[in-house]
């Protein structure tokens, strides 16, 4: 079975800095897709940035950026010029179709808190 | 409304109590889920509805019973539950084979008493 394993319970960053969460996984499978959601205090869980295992190229989008290490099963997700309003839990997530729908393993999550 | 409604937001019920929580998405997808999110737990995946049809049953204790009437909504019915059983329950909804990341609801936060 598919583990999602995040090993920073909480981190903190000072506003306009970066920080680094990381996340490893356990799959046998080649093809899948990796998520970084954000879960603020409204509890609704927001996709950030979505990796394909396919692809070499680590997913940008903005200030959050993907370190993607697919042999050592690693990816950690970098937020630049951090903002208040990056304070929230972030999970990562393993994820790939199958029998038609998509399955998503979530890690434990790491809860972010920015200094101002 | 767009995205995926959960209701109602909160809800507390004794053990003894049946209630139903709700989720519709209005994002013409057609695969819906329920999660639980426990503290210091990651999320666990308890159904799938693919096109209307339940393709996954995480050994979910039957006092929960999902129902899936239609591709827009879920429900969750609830019946003599435990307090174990306090938790975020979430919902999402995703496009099967769409290459879609889910997309989730605000969540129902349970009380059991």
């Not at chain 1, 997700?77 to 998503?104: N, P, T, V």
């Not at chain 2, 053990?15 to 994002?27: A, D, I, R």
């Amino acid at each position: 079975a598919q583990t999602v394993t995040q090993s920073q319970p909480e981190m903190s960053v000072q506003e306009a800095e970066t920080v680094t969460l990381s996340c490893t996984y356990d799959t046998s499978e080649s093809d899948y897709y990796l998520f970084w959601y954000k879960q603020p205090p409204s509890r609704q869980m927001i996709l950030v940035i979505r990796q394909e295992a396919y692809k070499q190229q680590n997913a940008t989008e903005n200030r959050f950026s993907v370190n993607f290490q697919k042999a050592a099963k690693s990816f950690s997700l970098k937020i630049s010029d951090s903002q208040l309003g990056d304070a929230a839990m972030y999970f990562c997530a393993y994820g790939r179709l199958r029998g038609g729908s998509e399955k998503l393993v979530f890690g434990k999550g790491t809860k972010l808190t920015v200094n101002p | 409304e767009t995205g995926v409604t959960q209701t109602p937001r909160h809800l507390v019920m004794g053990m003894t109590n049946k209630k139903s929580l709700k989720c519709e998405q209005h994002l013409g997808h057609n695969a819906m889920y329920w999660y639980k999110q426990s503290a210091k737990k990651p999320l666990e995946l308890m159904f799938v509805y693919s096109l209307e049809e339940r393709v996954e049953n995480n050994s979910v204790p039957s006092r929960f019973s999902p129902e899936c009437p239609n591709s827009s909504h879920l429900f969750l019915h609830l019946h003599t539950l435990q307090p174990e059983d306090s938790a975020l329950y979430l919902c999402a909804s995703s496009q099967v084979a769409g290459n879609t990341e889910a997309f989730f609801g605000q969540g129902t936060r349970l009380t059991v008493v």
